[in-house]
């Protein structure tokens, strides 16, 4: 109601500055067109800002079940707090211009609900109640927290951790010897200016290639990707690293 109000007596006062500009002297118009200036700015931003979901995160989220948190950012609530303890630290940045230090657990879960849905960078930002180019930034910087720490998270087994492996998949299909089950998938992208066909995959769509070797419990042992999508998939496996470092 409070907004509202603000909203609205700016509106008046940027009415009569402009019905009352022309009987003004030069230093009163001067200061008139400034304020207008202002006025008019707020308003806008006012405007652009009215859509936003306030306290979402505050409120919302905290009264989530643990069913309907995983169902939304497709993470369990304890993933997420064990996420964040190493992310977070991260993300902290420093306030630019006097601007407020957007927290890192508010960056760590808006960019998680903008990978695990399809809405749009304005859709997410409303709702946690950001701006576009915030929830860029935040983006950027979550991105690169989670490439940090992916070699520690993402790897190869140890003999012991294989045994286990190879257990559980002839427990599970009858196979014997087997320590991953692995496939490709299309992630899609938005054409490269040059050499865009080359992205272009059998499904006419541009996007490149992640390659995934998985356990039997679906956590990923390796991951491979930066091939445009119209590469063969056996080359795209015989050319990743852990087949051409001799691991796998």
Known sequence: MED????????????ILDSNSSSSDDEDEYRHAILRNKLKKRLREDNCSSDRILNFLELTVPDFTTKQFQSHFQISRAMFERLAEVVGPKLNSTAIRGRKTIHPEKQLLAVIWLLATSESYR???NRFNMGKASLFWCFLRVIDALSDISSSIIKWPDIVERNTIIEKFKSLVGMVGVVGAINGTYVPIKAPKQNAQQYVNRKHLPAITLQVIAAPTLKFLDCFAGYPSSVSDIRVFRNSPTIVSGIC
């Open 4 to 15: 509202a109000a603000l909203f609205g007596t700016c509106a008046v006062i940027v009415s």
């Open 123 to 125: 859709s997410v930002g």
